[in-house]
């Protein structure tokens, strides 16, 4: 409650009709108000941009066996060299679905993490199929089609399947599941 009456006596201060006692106050108030936002700006995309690093992501014990199998798939390593990140598939490109996984999803997370931990191996090969389908729901097709906008199938099969597809009900992973966090 403080902290709101303090920064409404200094946006008051800012923004009330200039005198010349106060012109100089009045600038650097405004300076040091530009300059927090700034840092805040900066502070937020420097805890963006950390957080969205595959060592992140393999840093809790619940994902490093994620992590792993992650990097045995062709997402992972293939002969092109091409490797994608865990936030190109698991952080959805729309604003909506970026703002949910990066909160409420973590939060989700978060206390998965502190309350219902997969320490093992075994433990995370068990909940795997379950975890998959947790996982997969923040896997929008858009993120696929970052890099497979001309995703053309070989076998008459799969090129039957894609001409089927409705891209607003059907997701790519529900039939390439076989594409990331291979287990051997």
Not at 35 to 49: D, E, K, T
Not at 91 to 111: E, F, N, Q, R
């Amino acid at each position: 409650m403080i902290i709101f009456k303090k920064i409404k006596s200094i946006l008051k201060f800012i923004f009330t009709p200039w005198n010349s006692e106060k012109k100089s106050s009045r600038f650097f108030g405004t300076l040091l108000l530009l300059l927090v936002i700034i840092l805040f700006c900066a502070a937020f995309q420097g805890i963006q941009y950390f957080t969205s690093t595959n060592q992140f992501c393999a840093s809790c014990h619940e994902m490093k066996f994620s992590y792993q199998y992650y990097k045995n798939s062709i997402h992972g390593s293939n002969s092109l060299g091409i490797s994608v990140n865990c936030v190109d598939c698991h952080i959805p490109v729309s604003l909506k679905g970026y703002l949910k996984v990066k909160g409420i999803d973590t939060l989700k997370d978060a206390y998965k993490h502190f309350f219902h931990p997969v320490k093992t191996e075994e433990e995370w090969l068990e909940k795997k199929e379950e975890l998959d389908e947790y996982a997969r729901k923040s896997v929008e097709n858009a993120n696929c089609m970052k890099c497979h906008k001309n995703a053309k199938p070989k076998s008459e099969e799969g090129k039957e399947m894609h001409d089927e597809m409705d891209l607003e009900s059907d997701k790519c992973v529900d039939c390439h599941t076989d594409m990331f966090h291979i287990v051997n």
